[in-house]
């Protein structure tokens, strides 16, 4: 496979899982950086590389599950995917998302949890 990188974003922020009071504002987040950018949405099949940055827990319940931090970080990224076109209710188009690359570590003391997100075009 080759790529074309489209945009790379740092996202400031809470990283959170699936499912979980923190989501909303992950997602946010996410968003915004990609809206910062002022690119998007692509028509394309797509590659992403996520590296989280991951805080410590607060408590021995709060653990980063990878597959888990993945999915709100996709949903959110309806600016860079665009829209699903289908009668249910609105979703990012993360189904053209064809290679997925992610890693997650815990912050070093210089610097902020979040992630860094680079979307590729897929370039056949």
């Not at 319940?61 to 996709?74: A, G, R, Y």
Request: charged share 30%; proline share 6%.
């Amino acid at each position: 496979m080759r790529f074309e990188t489209l945009v790379i974003v740092d996202v400031v922020g809470r990283p959170a899982n699936y499912s979980s009071a923190a989501e909303p504002a992950w997602r946010a987040a996410v968003r915004e950086a990609f809206t910062r950018t002022g690119l998007g949405p692509w028509a394309e099949r797509f590659s992403v590389l996520v590296e989280f940055r991951t805080p410590e827990g607060r408590n021995a319940n709060e653990v980063w599950d990878l597959d888990n931090l993945i999915k709100p970080t996709l949903d959110a990224m309806e600016g860079v995917f665009g829209r699903r076109e289908w009668a249910g209710p609105a979703q990012a188009a993360d189904h053209r998302v064809d290679h997925l690359d992610a890693t997650k570590r815990t912050v070093r003391s210089d610097e902020v949890p979040g992630a860094r997100i680079e979307v590729r075009r897929l370039v056949q």
